[in-house]
């Protein structure tokens, strides 16, 4: 039973649209949620992060909304490009949790077609 | 380059022969972590440490051992491998407790048959 649960499993966007993906958690503990990047061959990487006393943060063409009392948060990439196709994953953490243990979502394939 | 490294990176083995993936990190970092990926199910953690003789069970640990013997070692050991540990591993690492931002090496695709 995942406590992360991401969707879409898939995603096709356009070149320069907006691609969103969407994250819902169930334990009120988690208070870190960071988004991992993940391209073919590779291990994933630390893309964004966000904390639940702020409602968005941004970096550049990403950004996380984060919804405390839906117990949600999404990934929005705008002016998506051929270069951010990957699969992203979400994940949640606890700050008490002594394993330090990331939650992660199934993940998401991002495509983005020229 | 800051960097953790694993070996082998593809691995094909049959049911119960013993195997390692090792694992190695070069930035003194205190915490890490074995990770396993299957499709839909995302990242889940099979074993971390917290620091050299310091280990415990993550989420999916059944079947797998694990050993910090140096602080820039943490090895992953199937000691009678069976075909639904067939998965991607990841290893990761990061600096200390509070610092949540982990570093994934190159993956390690095994398959038991």
């Known amino acids: 039973q995942q406590q992360v649960k991401q969707s879409p499993q898939s995603l096709i966007v356009q070149k320069g649209g907006i691609s969103i993906i969407n994250c819902a958690y169930e334990?009120?503990?988690?208070?870190?949620f960071p988004w991992y990047q993940q391209f073919p061959g590779k291990g994933p990487a630390l893309l964004i992060a966000?904390?639940?006393?702020?409602s968005e943060k941004k970096e550049g063409r990403f950004t996380i909304s984060f919804n405390k009392s839906a117990k949600q948060f999404s990934l929005h990439i705008m002016d998506s490009q051929p270069g951010d196709s990957a699969t992203y994953f979400c994940?949640?953490?606890?700050?008490?949790?002594?394993?330090?243990?990331?939650?992660f979502g199934g993940g998401t394939r991002l495509m983005v077609k020229p | 380059e800051a960097q953790v490294t694993q070996n082998p990176r593809y691995l094909i083995t049959v049911t119960g022969k013993k195997l390692t993936v090792t694992c190695s990190q070069n930035?003194?970092?205190?915490?890490m972590s074995w990770y396993r990926q299957d499709p839909g199910l995302g990242l889940r953690q099979i074993y971390y440490?917290?620091?050299?003789?310091?280990?415990d069970k993550g989420d999916v640990p059944e079947g797998y051992k694990v050993s910090r013997k140096e602080k820039r070692n943490f090895p992953l050991i199937l000691e009678s491998p069976s075909p639904n540990q067939t998965s991607l591993y990841f290893c990761?690492?990061?600096?200390?407790?509070?610092?949540?931002?982990?570093?994934f090496g190159p993956g390690t695709r095994l398959t038991v048959t």
């Open positions: 990761a690492s990061s600096l200390r407790l509070a610092s949540y931002e982990q570093y």
């Open positions: 334990n009120t503990a988690f208070d870190y």
């Open positions: 966000i904390r639940p006393d702020v």
């Open positions: 994940a949640a953490s606890e700050s008490e949790n002594a394993g330090n243990m990331l939650t």
């Open positions: 930035m003194n970092h205190e915490y």
């Open positions: 440490s917290m620091n050299v003789e310091v280990t």
